[in-house]
């Protein structure tokens, strides 16, 4: 089992997992932070650190498009250890649904 970034976590980006994770599994996107599966060592407790409850274990159901997602933008965007500020804007994004298919970025050139 490993822990997966879904898209609850699109343009909120609140970052309080960052500053747990005794790993530094994290990995910041333009608009979302994603988990590399192979550096989680499954503590969990980045889980409930998450105010908009992004964060989930890979065994939910659902989880596979997002494992995905995760292992793929994990070895393209670079590593955060530290947290930041939230996007300016971030509350008005908190409970909006189908947040991938409306905002996902992939940050590719």
């Known amino acids: 089992m490993t822990y997966i970034v879904n898209d609850k976590c699109i343009k909120c ?9 005794p790993v ?8 979302m932070l994603v988990i590399k599966p192979d550096e989680c060592i499954d503590c969990g407790v980045c889980e409930p ?9 890979d065994t ?7 494992l995905d997602l995760n292992k793929k933008y994990s070895e393209i965007w670079p590593n955060i250890n530290e947290k930041k500020d ?3 804007d971030h509350e008005k994004f908190k409970d909006v649904k189908d947040k991938y ?3 996902f970025k992939e940050n590719l050139e």
């Open 24 to 31: 530094d599994c994290f990995y910041e996107g333009k608009n």
């Open 49 to 57: 650190e998450c105010p908009v409850d992004a964060i989930t274990a």
């Open 86 to 88: 939230p996007p300016e």
């Open 60 to 66: 939910e159901l659902g989880s596979e498009k997002w």
């Open 13 to 21: 980006k609140l970052m309080d997992c960052v500053e747990v994770c």
């Open 101 to 103: 298919e409306k905002y």
